[in-house]
């Protein structure tokens, strides 16, 4: 596909469970991005990847919170023990990676919610 | 630390009425500003952007943002709006050489007919 897409699209699960959320990038993009909408907020930002390391990790509100992407191209965003707060929408996105301020662009997002 | 203010949280207009969404932020370095809208049960997608030169920057659907360094605003405006662009729209920046985006919380727009 053309854009960023992110699976599933929603997501409900228990209290203590453990979730993983993947996100495929736009085909060529280096750069990968994790941000997380709780509602009337605007995103907050979580952790941002160039290739397959972290290059900002800054954003993740506890250990609970792990991201990887092996290959340098479809990323998941780990999640243990989830807690009833990690309920939100979470939002990937992708750029070129180049120098300067690249556009990101963002997939539909996976509704978490943690009961 | 960077941050963005987002002064209205809701803007009720007529169709076919000019629109000014406000947005300031706060750097002590240069920063680049993006306007983002966000349908009803539709992702983020790219209004438009200031980098740098012209502090008059078009982009899609006939919106249009001006950067004030002074002022440290990046206010959206349109001149005469649609129902279809009903919708949330969020302003946000990204500081010198930080790839992540800081974003205001959002205004609601709601164009009545």
């Known amino acids: 596909g053309a854009g960023v897409s992110q699976t599933p699209s929603n997501k409900v699960t228990e209290k203590g469970k453990y979730v993983e959320l993947r996100c495929d990038p736009i085909?060529?993009?280096?750069?990968l991005y994790w941000y997380r909408q709780s509602l009337g907020q605007g995103p907050e930002f979580l952790i941002y990847f160039q290739g397959t390391g972290a290059a900002d990790d800054s954003g993740l509100p506890n250990d609970r919170f792990f991201a990887v992407r092996p290959e340098g191209s479809v990323s998941t965003l780990k999640i243990q023990r989830t807690e009833r707060g990690d309920s939100a929408v979470y939002l990937c996105a992708s750029s070129s990676g180049l120098a300067g301020a690249d556009t990101q662009y963002f997939g539909p997002g996976t509704r978490l919610t943690v009961l | 630390a960077q941050s963005v203010t987002q002064l209205d949280s809701q803007v009720p207009v007529f169709e076919e009425a000019p629109v000014e969404l406000r947005c300031n932020y706060s750097?002590?370095?240069?920063?680049?500003l993006f306007w983002y809208v966000q349908y009803p049960n539709q992702g983020l997608q790219l209004l438009l952007k200031y980098l740098s030169g012209s502090t008059l920057v078009k982009g899609i659907n006939g919106f249009e943002a001006e950067f004030n360094k002074s002022q440290t605003s990046f206010h959206l405006r349109k001149p005469s709006v649609h129902i279809s662009d009903t919708a949330e729209y969020f302003c946000?920046?990204?500081?010198?050489?930080?790839?992540?985006?800081?974003w205001g919380l959002g205004t609601s727009l709601a164009v009545n007919p």
């Open positions: 085909s060529g993009h280096t750069a």
């Open positions: 750097s002590s370095v240069s920063v680049y």
């Open positions: 946000a920046v990204r500081a010198g050489n930080n790839r992540k985006l800081i």
